[in-house]
């Protein structure tokens, strides 16, 4: 079973960066569609941005221009690239795999392999 372990979160104010990390152990998932996803308290979670077996990514509108997945194969890791940060940013932010096939083009499955979260605080 793949096992995801986010990291890099932490408390910033708005306009600052951070960039979160999810290395995964047991697999390689060079092969794997990936995603981070959010869930801000009080709200439903959702999609931030994904990244397919072949590389195509996607970003939310709220994140366009200031996101960026990318994948390291070498270290097996997944990260996400986040500046100018809003306060509605906020949230906590889960790293998400679905290694059960190669996925051609934009994901938009249903992963099937989450980490446990990694909390973002924006402050103004």
């Known amino acids: 079973q793949v096992q995801l372990a986010e990291s890099g979160g932490g408390s910033v104010q708005a306009g600052g960066s951070l960039k979160l990390s999810c290395a995964a152990s047991?697999?390689?998932?060079?092969?794997?569609?990936m995603a981070w996803y959010r869930q801000a308290p009080g709200k439903e979670r959702e999609l931030v941005s994904t990244?397919?077996?072949?590389?195509?990514?996607t970003y939310a509108n709220s994140v366009k221009g200031r996101f960026t997945i990318s994948k390291d194969k070498a270290e097996n890791k997944l990260f996400l690239q986040m500046k100018n940060l809003r306060t509605e940013d906020t949230a906590v932010y889960y790293c998400?795999?679905?290694?059960?096939?190669?996925?051609?083009?934009?994901?938009?499955?249903?992963?099937?392999?989450w980490g446990q979260g990694t909390q973002v605080t924006v402050s103004s």
């Open positions: 990244i397919s077996s072949d590389g195509t990514t």
């Open positions: 998400a795999a679905d290694c059960r096939g190669y996925y051609f083009g934009a994901y938009n499955g249903k992963p099937n392999v």
């Open positions: 047991t697999v390689n998932f060079r092969g794997c569609a």
